[in-house]
């Protein structure tokens, strides 16, 4: 069985920086797309980024591009997302995602974690 953790959400200052962690077991981490996505109160699921099984290639939502940068260690079957600059509008559940093929917002993901709370304070 599949199963993805997300870590290191918490209460943050406007301009700080964070990394969540995403540990993926139950399958080949290494062959599978990992994404990540937000969602805020009141709004629908977004894509924020998407990274290929090897992680030679990326993807970023427009919102985050310049300041979020997803990466993978497979030695660890952890996928990161290092958040910089953070704005209050960043503010929201992030979860990650995995799926076999692509790494896109409109890729299909298969399974999905139980999110970590992201607070950006003004």
């Known amino acids: 069985q599949v199963q993805l953790v997300e870590s290191g959400g918490r209460l943050v200052q406007a301009g700080d920086s964070l990394r969540l962690s995403c540990a993926a077991s139950g399958r080949t981490f290494s062959n599978y797309a990992m994404g990540w996505f937000r969602q805020a109160p009141g709004k629908e699921r977004e894509f924020v980024a998407g990274i290929s099984p090897t992680g030679a290639s990326t993807n970023y939502a427009d919102s985050v591009k310049g300041r979020f940068t997803i990466s993978r260690d497979n030695a660890k079957n952890t996928v990161y997302l290092q958040m910089n600059s953070l704005k209050p509008e960043d503010t929201a559940a992030y979860y990650c995602?995995?799926?076999?093929?692509?790494?896109?917002?409109?890729?299909?993901?298969?399974?999905w974690g139980q999110g970590t709370q992201v607070t950006v304070s003004s």
């Open positions: 995602a995995t799926g076999p093929v692509g790494w896109g917002p409109r890729s299909r993901y298969d399974y």
